[in-house]
């Protein structure tokens, strides 16, 4: 009976390493998250990402130069005239995310009520499971990947990824 009870607690152990390390995304670490700062989420997801991927100076710039609500598209325009090299999606194009993802780059997404009026960072998927950071608290947040894409979809499918490598990778 023992051997049973062991051999069992010992399969439960692993069975919830296993599901425990599907839900694994790499995310900034707390120092790189930059926290809203006015009605300012999306400058504040979009300065998470730079500097998430190594891009401190104009992480830095973007700071000190921008604030206020902020569109997708008018942060686009921001993005082509500082010569930020960027992919974008207005559409739910659900390939714009999954290309961030796969290359650990992350995304400033739409999210919220009211047509998504609010932006995060979208850290990236794992398995079943989608990560983002909400910069009004800069806390991380986990959702099953098909309720997450919905959802996203459901605020206006916007997302904008800047494309640098993180460095070291």
Not at 43 to 67: C, D, E, P, V, Y
Not at 118 to 136: E, K, L, S, T
Request: with cysteine; proline share 2%; aromatic share 12%.
């Amino acid at each position: 009976m023992k051997r049973i009870a062991f051999s069992f607690l010992i399969a439960m152990m692993f069975l919830s390493v296993a599901l425990t390390a599907e839900a694994i995304v790499i995310v900034p670490t707390k120092e790189m998250r930059q926290k809203n700062y006015g009605p300012s989420c999306l400058h504040a997801a979009m300065i998470t990402m730079l500097r998430w991927q190594g891009l401190n100076a104009q992480a830095k710039w973007w700071r000190h130069s921008f604030r206020g609500g902020e569109s997708h598209q008018a942060a686009s325009k921001k993005l082509e005239l500082a010569k930020i090299r960027y992919k974008a999606t207005y559409k739910s194009n659900i390939n714009v995310l999954e290309y961030a993802s796969d290359r650990k780059l992350g995304a400033v997404i739409d999210w919220g009520e009211n047509g998504g009026h609010h932006a995060v960072f979208f850290c990236g998927f794992n398995g079943r499971f989608a990560a983002m950071i909400n910069p009004n608290t800069n806390k991380l947040h986990t959702y099953d990947k098909a309720r997450f894409v919905a959802y996203w979809k459901q605020c206006g499918g916007r997302a904008l990824v800047t494309l640098y490598s993180r460095k070291g990778e």
